[in-house]
């Protein structure tokens, strides 16, 4: 999860509403059940699994789809704080979903699930999650997850001023002071992957590590590419995004309690909005900005 303040998602509001960003809660869904037969043809038990009444038995409540995120909820995965209205990311991923498995906008009712307990071992009050969780396998001990809906690369931010921002070799990297938010893979990136010489400094929460940015408490935090533009556009003065690392295979997918089966309907519904277009639509709507970023060199 990444957090930003109530006035930078007003800003990014005012921004996707001058830009003419539509949610997709208004359009019409298919009545119809997702297709299950298998690549040969002919029926057979994965398919019916995946019939409207084999769906409606898998539900969490009754007759309607029941997906969680956090709260409150920012851009550009959300906007105005409203997961119902369409509009976002996230939220239009969820409403495309919900569509190809034959419900309604209406019949799809939002729950809250903070995001350091969405991944916790146990049973679930939704259908799934869909908050921006990273998939790994040990959260996947837990939990299941569906296949990728984003694709997800990590960024570096950090002051105009700051020697990082052209010092940014993996050689150069090693020796700044980094800061993350406890429990994300971004935290983990830097441990893994960039290998500072000098331990990260650990926070609760996102507003925390840039919070440390501004008083230069840390060089540089990193984060998911989208959040890490907006940061630096909206929300810390005097900031920069200095770039994205190359792509470590990490991506986003939406998260149920572990087993549940209607994690197959869901993974077909995923393959067919990515074989017509619609996720790569959603993208270049919603996170266009983000897709056209300098990497840092190995």
């Not at 949610?23 to 299950?36: L, M, Q, T």
């Not at 230069?216 to 533009?229: E, G, N, W």
Request: a positive charge; hydrophobic letters at 40%; aromatic letters at 10%.
């Amino acid at each position: 999860m990444r957090q930003m303040t109530v006035a930078a998602m007003a800003a990014f509001a005012m921004l996707a509403a001058s830009a003419g960003l539509a949610g997709c809660a208004s359009e019409s869904s298919s009545s119809s059940s997702v297709s299950a037969t298998p690549a040969g043809g002919g029926s057979s038990s994965a398919a019916a699994s995946c019939s409207n009444s084999a769906i409606q038995s898998q539900l969490y409540a009754k007759g309607v789809l029941t997906v969680a995120t956090d709260k409150p909820v920012y851009p550009p995965w959300f906007v105005n704080n409203k997961p119902a209205n369409g509009q976002g990311y996230e939220s239009a991923v969820a409403y495309a979903v919900a569509a190809q498995l034959g419900f309604k906008p209406s019949q799809v009712t939002w729950a809250y699930e903070p995001f350091n307990s969405s991944y916790s071992p146990g049973p679930k009050k939704f259908d799934f999650d869909i908050n921006e969780i990273s998939y790994s396998a040990a959260r996947a001990q837990a939990v299941t997850f569906s296949d990728s809906y984003y694709d997800v690369q990590q960024a570096l931010v950090a002051l105009k001023n700051s020697p990082i921002v052209t010092k940014h070799s993996p050689a150069d990297l090693k020796t700044y002071v980094f800061g993350d938010q406890v429990g994300t893979t971004s935290l983990q990136f830097i441990n893994s992957q960039i290998q500072p010489t000098q331990t990260p400094k650990v926070f609760e929460t996102l507003n925390d590590v840039k919070q440390a940015l501004q008083t230069k408490q840390i060089a540089a935090l990193v984060t998911d590419t989208p959040t890490a533009q907006f940061i630096s556009s909206s929300e810390i003065p005097g900031s920069v995004m200095v770039a994205q690392f190359p792509s470590t295979g990490e991506h986003y997918g939406l998260l149920f309690a572990k087993g549940n089966p209607l994690v197959t309907c869901v993974n077909k519904a995923l393959a067919t909005l990515k074989s017509n277009g619609t996720l790569a639509q959603l993208t270049t709507k919603y996170l266009k900005l983000y897709t056209s970023v300098p990497t840092i060199k190995p």
